[in-house]
């Protein structure tokens, strides 16, 4: 029996850890401390798993990245940290996720759930501990916020 | 804004470390986070157990202490848990010969009575079967009473006796493995005495030790030769029952006691 769980689990695991860690980077811009709150996550769900304390595997892992990364945004002003032996990183991408990371952190999650993570309003909801309103709200002020900011880069670098 | 979004998203991640061995990475941290829960649980199931019997500790020391039976409101030792001093000899007074070498009950109650500026007089030790007495007088040779010591042997489920209601049987104080009850009636100055009852847990003997004051002589001189603390001494001094025999019981010319031992 237990193994059985253990193979589901780790193909869970094997399945959803590289978007979770993309999420991840997306959420604090650090794909160290992406790679380090992922596998945090997955070994929370494990362990709770074991014991059947999990109800939705999908919501759980999402709605604790959130929270954790929103724990570690309190401590730690955001900075974008490539990968160690990554290539150059565009310059469009930079001006993305620093506007992306200048919106609050409820904004930043609720677009990176919706736009990365193709979850629909219930879900990300209920990652979150929203109601559809508060979603939909934070969608639409993270929009024209991200719309302002790139605007205002692009104006920069061709100024 | 949208589609353009989740396009410009996927730029973003260009440059995405590998993925390696992170899953057997995520097990083994789950196996430590598991050990670490377990540990925790353990740890504070631990600290609860120790609170616990901390708490029961504590409340059934508080809420059960022991109250004195004695049938006189003085405290006992073993209640308060002190130890009785008996005061110095007074400088310059003449040391007094010993009776008897090798009488173990002497050897108790002579220190205790020299305490009190008072003298176990030679030559007047009465014994028998079971049975110890001693003569006791002042530094002037003025007659201050006499202390009685007897051992009884008394059946298995004896009780300590009730002075007013012989059906009854009283509650007894502990000390170690001695419970005992005191029997002080200093009601009457012509005839003071004091008298301790003390039965050992895994021995069927009891011991009876009575300090009477000398009858007829008023309150002051009349006061037996030791106090009801120091005769409480003696009864559970396990010095008191190893000096009897352990084949001795006090039945021929059995000193009278205050609260006689029944049987």
Redo the contacts between chains.
């Keep these: 029996m237990s193994g059985e769980i253990d193979t589901a689990l780790?193909e869970f695991?094997?399945s959803r850890?590289?978007q979770l860690?993309?999420t991840a980077?997306?959420m604090c811009g650090d794909?160290q401390m992406a790679?380090e709150l992922?596998?945090?996550t997955?070994?929370?769900l494990?362990?709770d798993s074991?014991r059947d304390a999990v109800a939705d595997p999908d919501v759980f892992v999402y709605a604790d990245l959130m929270e954790a990364c929103r724990r570690r945004n309190r401590r730690r002003e955001h900075v974008f940290v490539?990968?160690?032996?990554?290539?150059g990183?565009?310059a469009?991408?930079i001006l993305?996720?620093d506007a992306l990371h200048k919106l609050t952190p409820r904004c930043r999650a609720v677009?990176?759930l919706r736009?990365?993570d193709s979850f629909d309003v219930d879900a990300t909801g209920a990652i979150l501990d929203l109601d559809d309103e508060q979603v939909s709200a934070y969608e639409r002020a993270g929009?024209a916020a991200?719309?302002r900011l790139l605007g205002e880069s692009e104006a920069a670098m061709a100024g | 804004?949208?589609a353009p979004?989740?396009r410009?998203?996927e730029?973003?991640?260009?440059?995405?470390?590998p993925?390696g061995d992170?899953?057997d990475?995520?097990?083994r941290?789950?196996d430590?986070?598991?050990r670490r829960?377990t540990q925790g649980v353990l740890a504070l199931g631990a600290v609860t157990v120790a609170v616990i019997v901390g708490l029961g500790f504590v409340l059934t020391s508080t809420l059960l202490k022991p109250r004195p039976a004695t049938v006189t409101p003085i405290p006992t030792t073993a209640a308060t848990g002190e130890v009785v001093a008996a005061p110095p000899p007074v400088a310059g007074a003449a040391p007094v010969p010993r009776v008897s070498g090798d009488d173990g009950v002497l050897d108790v109650i002579e220190p205790l009575v020299e305490g009190r500026q008072l003298r176990v007089v030679p030559g007047a030790a009465r014994r028998g079967d079971g049975w110890r007495q001693y003569a006791i007088a002042d530094l002037d040779g003025r007659s201050r009473g006499t202390i009685a010591v007897a051992v009884f042997d008394v059946r298995k489920k004896w009780c300590f006796p009730v002075a007013a209601d012989e059906g009854a049987c009283a509650r007894a104080d502990r000390a170690g493995d001695l419970e005992f009850v005191r029997y002080d009636n200093m009601s009457d100055p012509d005839q003071q005495i004091r008298q301790t009852i003390a039965r050992r847990e895994d021995d069927r003997r009891v011991v009876a030790v009575m300090a009477a004051g000398e009858r007829d002589t008023g309150a002051q001189r009349g006061k037996p030769g030791l106090t009801g603390m120091q005769v409480e001494q003696v009864a559970t001094d396990d010095r008191v029952f190893d000096a009897f025999n352990k084949s001795e019981d006090c039945v021929d010319g059995c000193p009278g006691f205050g609260t006689p031992v029944e049987r």
């Design positions: 780790r695991v094997t850890l590289p860690r993309r980077f997306l794909w790679t992922t596998r945090a997955l070994s929370r494990v362990v074991r490539a990968s160690e032996g990554a290539a990183v565009e469009e991408s993305l996720l677009l990176v736009y990365w929009l991200l719309e | 804004m949208t979004l989740s410009l998203l730029h973003v991640l260009e440059g995405e470390p993925i992170e899953v990475a995520v097990f941290r789950a430590r986070l598991r829960r």
